[in-house]
């Protein structure tokens, strides 16, 4: 989001209200989680296609790159808000690892493949 003077929408978070604040954030929060799940459903169209290196490096070319972006602003953002962006990064590992999403051990298996 970007103001007409193209200054982005973080230099603008210290002008406003808490509540102010709060909305911002859920419009910043809510545009991300459609953005990242898009690109999650062009990515799971293709996953056969492709190897285990090149969905990780397209999943951080298209959807961490979106979520690390000004997550500083996002340390006093409310439990929904974070509990948004979780769900990416679950759908995203599954995505990585090649499972669904509720198929028994499945947080096991990312413990160990993540980590």
Known sequence: MTHSSG???????????VNSFRFIISIIVSNVYAKCFFWLCQLRRVRRSLDVESVKTLVHA???????????????ASRSA??????????????????RKFDRGLSRLLHVDLH
């Open 7 to 17: 200054r982005s929408s973080v230099e603008y978070v210290e002008h406003v209200s």
């Open 62 to 76: 298209f959807i961490t790159t979106r979520l690390d972006y000004c997550n500083c602003v996002l340390a006093g």
């Open 82 to 99: 974070t509990d948004k962006l979780q769900r990416v990064l679950n759908a995203e590992a599954r995505l990585v690892s090649g499972t």
